[in-house]
């Protein structure tokens, strides 16, 4: 049954709505019996259902999140097809009104390491109907929470090819940010100056 749980005293209707989350407990002892609370759970599941027709459910927080916005990956490995060669590029997922997933990707190499997450970042927003942040606080996710953990990556990478990916995009943004913190950050981090 889409959106509600049994559970050993009843019933539990959960259902998350551009990102809010709607939940609530039917009690088999409030209820009378097993039957009508579901019967409850279900009419309540069914008026969310009804009051969201055409809203896009989302996750927009995790503290878990590696890159500092949730939908927005990075990914960095061989290419199987093309020996020597690295797939290294953010990408960014976000749902459409029909359920699925859409996804786009932007190249590290050709967008450059900030200019690929900047990309990657406004697009799942504006998929998702979130206003697009300013520069300002895209770049302080970026060295806050993503380059501390991408320069770990850089420096404990084994395979050669990934390695070469990671310091070259390290390099090349040491070479055209503008921002003295961010290249404060790789010198300290020693991967670049």
Known sequence: MRHISQLPGGYWVRKSVRGQKFDRYFSSVQAGSMEQALIAATAYRDQLVAQHVGAVSYQRGNISTTTGYVGVAMHCRGNPARPGEVVH???AQAPDAGGRTRSRSWSIPRYGLLGAYTQAVRW???ATGEP???DVEIEAAFSEKFLPLYMKFARDEAEPDERAAFFSSLE???RTTPTEA???KLRV???CG
């Open 89 to 91: 590029q953010f990408r």
């Open 124 to 126: 799942r927003l504006t």
């Open 132 to 134: 697009a942040p300013l």
């Open 172 to 174: 090349g943004l040491y």
């Open 182 to 184: 961010i290249r404060e």
């Open 189 to 191: 981090g020693r991967v």
